[in-house]
């Protein structure tokens, strides 16, 4: 499979992760705030634990130090993580490295650090965190693919399984989604209509 896969779910806690690994899922996020170095290198080393010997990528969100010392594979920065880490280690680790962005800037950044993966956000309004950007829309995904070029692209915020055929044929290559499978009244039964997106589009 491509990395990240069309279906990128972004969770915060062990038990997601087992839950989708289980599930089949190709990419799966894991996005802990507020820990320390202890606690990050914990979860980050049960999450692969857990990962280990399964299709599952796990990509550790932040966390980069315990990324590398846990013998992680996959990264994702945010801009003000970006900004504090050490991309030289990062690649010498031979971490993979997705990079959110928000704006014009933020990809002139991200690009500058020659990700394996740009993700476009919110593309519509959340209701996760409250964000200093405003709503993105469809639109903007087709120009930033043409910025991109051959990177990846994943659109993320506020995304629904409804929206996925329009967001890929705006030019999207992955979607990664929060709510619709976290706070979904049958989450497994959702990733599996996800998953069966993959399936068509591989």
Do not use: C
Not at 14 to 38: N, P
């Amino acid at each position: 499979m491509p990395y990240p896969d069309q279906f990128y779910p972004v969770v915060d806690s062990l038990k997601w992760v087992e839950r989708l690994t289980k599930l089949g899922v190709g990419t799966i996020q894991l996005r802990a705030k507020e820990l320390d170095d202890g606690q990050a290198l914990q979860i980050v080393t049960d999450a692969l634990a857990i990962t280990k010997g399964t299709a599952t990528k796990l990509v550790v969100n932040d966390y980069w130090r315990a990324a590398i010392v846990a013998g992680a594979e996959h990264l994702h920065l945010g801009q003000e993580d970006l900004a504090d880490a050490d991309l030289a280690e990062i690649r010498n680790a031979k971490l993979t490295l997705g990079i959110s962005t928000h704006d014009d800037d933020e990809l002139t950044i991200a690009l500058a650090a020659k990700p394996d993966y740009i993700a476009l956000g919110p593309i519509f309004p959340t209701t996760l965190k409250s964000m200093r950007f405003a709503p993105q829309g469809i639109p903007k995904i087709t120009e930033w693919k043409k910025r991109v070029g051959s990177i990846p692209l994943v659109a993320i915020g506020g995304i629904k399984f409804e929206h996925a055929a329009e967001i890929f044929a705006a030019g999207a290559d992955s979607i990664a989604v929060v709510s619709d499978v976290t706070q979904n009244a049958d989450p497994d039964a959702r990733v599996k209509q996800w998953l069966g997106l993959n399936v068509e589009a591989a």
